[in-house]
């Protein structure tokens, strides 16, 4: 998700996957796949910007998922008192594919 502002000032998050364009008016207009507009604070490279970092979060845990370095939270232990394990199963090396 990314977090964006409406005029009044209210933060809210969008699902970056349901964003069709991104406008600039003299506002910027979020037009979703379903037809809904939000009009936010933010010009259009701030949410550009918003939607390429989200993007590349998702390949960044997936790439360290990948490796076998992914991990979810620091410092967090399971029921043993063991360090926590991603609840994901990390994809198989290239090698095993």
Same mark, same amino acid.
């Given at each position: 998700? !990314?977090?964006?502002?409406? %005029?009044?000032?209210?933060?809210?998050? %969008?699902? @970056?996957? %349901? !964003?069709?364009?991104?406008?600039?008016? @003299? =506002?910027?207009?979020?037009?979703?796949?379903?037809?809904?507009?939000?009009?936010?604070?933010?010009?259009? =490279?701030?949410?550009?910007?918003? !939607?390429?970092?989200?993007?590349?979060? !998702? %390949?960044?845990?997936?790439?360290?998922?990948?490796?076998?370095?992914?991990?979810?939270?620091?410092?967090?232990?399971?029921?043993?008192?063991? @360090?926590?394990?991603?609840?994901?199963?990390?994809?198989?090396? #290239?090698?095993? #594919?």
């Amino acid at each position: 998700m !990314i977090r964006v502002t409406r %005029l009044n000032g209210e933060h809210f998050a %969008l699902n @970056p996957d %349901l !964003i069709e364009r991104v406008e600039g008016h @003299p =506002d910027t207009v979020v037009f979703l796949v379903d037809g809904t507009k939000y009009v936010v604070s933010e010009d259009v =490279d701030a949410v550009l910007d918003e !939607i390429r970092e989200y993007r590349a979060s !998702i %390949l960044a845990t997936a790439y360290a998922m990948d490796r076998g370095t992914y991990r979810t939270t620091v410092g967090s232990t399971d029921a043993d008192g063991g @360090p926590r394990r991603a609840s994901v199963v990390p994809f198989p090396a #290239r090698e095993e #594919r």
